[in-house]
């Protein structure tokens, strides 16, 4: 009985070692798939959009990244999704899920700084926060946000269409440059 144990107990061990150096961490991972591009505003991640949720590793290194989609039905979810994959692959995480969570739903809210900065300077007016009260940094949001032209700054503005270049996009003008713009909905 003592003697297969001792038989046993050094392979457990190799195993576990094995196991524990193998699995990268989290982060490592995060950081494969973070700036995956939106299909249909190259210059936003999945990252500043605020879609990638989690991204976990089980002990048998085993990957799964979780993302909400922004617009039910968005067909740009499945480019995500098989550019999340492509990615993990090349980086050699062969065992790799990619998780789709409806709830909860996505709000423009979750959108970072950052990329509502970037839609900006890609010229299109970035989503008005939709909640009344502060803001995630404490600031106070005021209650209603006329949308601000990406081209001049000025908040003269009227809603042309409520369907731009793509559904999750309007298209809006500006009175005083007189520029046509897409704004991306706020949800
Ligand atoms: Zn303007």
């Known amino acids: 009985m003592s003697a297969q144990t001792a038989r046993v107990a050094p392979a457990a061990q190799t195993a576990q070692r094995a196991r524990a ?3 990268p961490t989290a982060a490592e991972v995060r950081a494969v798939v973070a700036d995956v591009p939106d ?8 990252e500043d959009l605020g879609i990638l949720r989690d991204v976990a590793v089980d002990d048998d290194g085993r ?15 499945d480019a995500i999704r098989a550019d999340v994959l492509d ?21 423009t809210d979750w959108m970072s700084d950052a990329g509502k900065r970037k839609l900006r300077e890609y010229g299109i007016a970035p989503p008005s926060p939709t909640r009344s009260h ?18 001049c700054g000025s908040p ?8 731009g270049s793509t ?21």
């Open 21 to 23: 150096t193998t699995p």
């Open 156 to 163: 003269d503005t009227r809603e042309l269409s409520r369907f």
């Open 134 to 151: 502060g803001g995630g940094d404490g600031r106070p949001v005021p209650l209603a946000l006329s949308i601000r032209c990406p081209q």
């Open 167 to 187: 559904a999750c996009k309007a298209l809006w003008c500006c009175n005083a440059c007189l520029e046509p713009f897409d704004s991306f909905k706020a949800i």
């Open 63 to 77: 990957v799964r990244v979780t993302i909400t989609p922004t617009y039910s039905g968005c067909p740009a979810m």
């Open 87 to 107: 990615r993990l692959h090349a980086a050699g995480h062969g065992d790799a899920d990619v998780r789709l969570v409806l709830s909860p739903a996505w709000t």
């Open 39 to 46: 299909p249909e505003v190259p210059v936003l991640t999945i």
